[in-house]
Nanobody, 127 residues
Framework: QVQLVESGGGLVQAGGSLRLSCAASGRTFGNYAMGWFRQTPGKEREFVAAISWSGASTLYADSVKGRFTISRDNAKNTVYLQMNSLKPEDTAVYYC????????????????????WGQGTQVTVSS
């Protein structure tokens, strides 16, 4: 069992930055690929970014590429999402996700591979 707790959401002006954190419980954090998804009311949860168990491989949605950076610290059981140049369309509830697997390369990270979800943190970007 892995529990995920997100933090770092909030209100920011367009062009600003936020850093989300996701703290994981358990001793097997290093066995999981980690990712971030986001969701707005009435829409499906969409992929944002993912990182392999080692941190060597990352994957981003086209909409955030070049603006967001995912990273992890396995010693701290934490994954991060640095969000820069934020836009109003980035407004959503952001969810941390864990998928068990020692993949060296992340080529896809969909909701169907996720084993655990966090409770979500709201990010609001004002124009």
């Amino acid at each position: 069992q892995v529990q995920l707790v997100e933090s770092g959401g909030g209100l920011v002006q367009a062009g600003g930055s936020l850093r989300l954190s996701c703290a994981a419980s358990g001793r097997t954090f290093g066995n999981y690929a980690m990712g971030w998804f986001r969701q707005t009311p009435g829409k499906e949860r969409e992929f944002v970014a993912a990182i392999s168990w080692s941190g060597a491989s990352t994957l981003y949605a086209d909409s955030v590429k070049g603006r967001f950076t995912i990273s992890r610290d396995n010693a701290k059981n934490t994954v991060y999402l640095q969000m820069n140049s934020l836009k109003p369309e980035d407004t959503a509830v952001y969810y941390c996700a864990a998928a068990k697997g020692l993949w060296d390369t992340i080529v896809v990270f969909s909701t169907t591979v996720v084993d655990y979800w966090g409770q979500g943190t709201q990010v609001t970007v004002s124009s």
